[in-house]
T-cell receptor, first 109, second 114 residues
Framework: GQQLNQSPQSMFIQEGEDVSMNCTSS?????WLWYKQDPGEGPVLLIA?????ELTSNGRLTAQFGITRKDSFLNISASIPSDVGIYFC?????????FGQGTRLTINP | DAGVIQSPRHEVTEMGQEVTLRCKPI?????LFWYRQTMMRGLELLIY????????DSGMPEDRFSAKMPNASFSTLKIQPSEPRDSAVYFC????????????FGNGTRLTVT
């Protein structure tokens, strides 16, 4: 079945640093989504990408839909304490939505 | 603007007992999904409904698991009998349409089976 490889699995950074994470797949996807999950809550949608090559920003967050349709990245600029959490990529192809394993972000003040 | 509502938030039960998890999707959404999240396996799709009809239940682990959606505003996931390996966080999510529409998740039910 379709699988996503999300990296890194965890990140430990200083407040103010930029963050970059990505997802790759051997399968082609029509949609890439990025979610964030805080402790004790469900994943919340951050950015949705629907077109190969699309670059979309949401505040300090920027995500891109890879031109090959097999990858996507998420960047966070000037990280702040509330950015702490687990970030998931998700790809939608012909079949069901597939989630990556998540990137756990920890920020040292 | 109410999101996806799940109950209970936490459930602790003994092995062998029946467990019922409940979900109210966002009003107007016509697709509903049940996911299970564990450290080892991440987010796994169990089953999803479109217009109250089960479309894909291939992710349901065993016959002990069953899900129903009697109407557009309510769904249940039942485990009978429960086992310790069922311990996980169970999420319900809803969306409009079937493909390419972002899912909106509830806050989950944390199930512990002792």
């Amino acid at each position: 079945g379709q699988q996503l490889n999300q990296s890194p699995q965890s990140m430990f950074i200083q407040e103010g640093e930029d963050v970059s994470m990505n997802c790759t797949s051997s399968s082609i996807f029509n949609t890439w989504l990025w979610y964030k999950q805080d402790p004790g809550e469900g994943p919340v949608l951050l950015i949705a990408l629907y077109k190969a090559g699309e670059l979309t920003s949401n505040g300090r967050l920027t995500a891109q839909f890879g031109i090959t349709r097999k990858d996507s990245f998420l960047n966070i600029s000037a990280s702040i304490p509330s950015d702490v959490g687990i970030y998931f990529c998700a790809g939608q192809g012909a079949q069901k939505l597939v989630f990556g394993q998540g990137t756990r972000l920890t920020i040292n003040p | 603007d109410a999101g996806v509502i799940q109950s209970p938030r936490h459930e602790v039960t003994e092995m062998g007992q029946e467990v019922t998890l409940r979900c109210k999707p966002i009003s107007g959404h016509n697709s509903l999904f049940w996911y299970r999240q564990t450290m080892m396996r991440g987010l796994e799709l169990l089953i999803y409904f479109n217009n109250n009809v089960p479309i894909d239940d291939s992710g349901m682990p065993e016959d002990r698991f069953s899900a129903k959606m009697p109407n557009a505003s309510f769904s249940t996931l039942k485990i009978q009998p429960s086992e310790p390996r069922d311990s996980a966080v169970y999420f319900c999510a809803s969306t409009w349409g079937q493909n390419n529409s972002p899912l909106h998740f509830g806050n989950g039910t944390r199930l512990t089976v002792t």
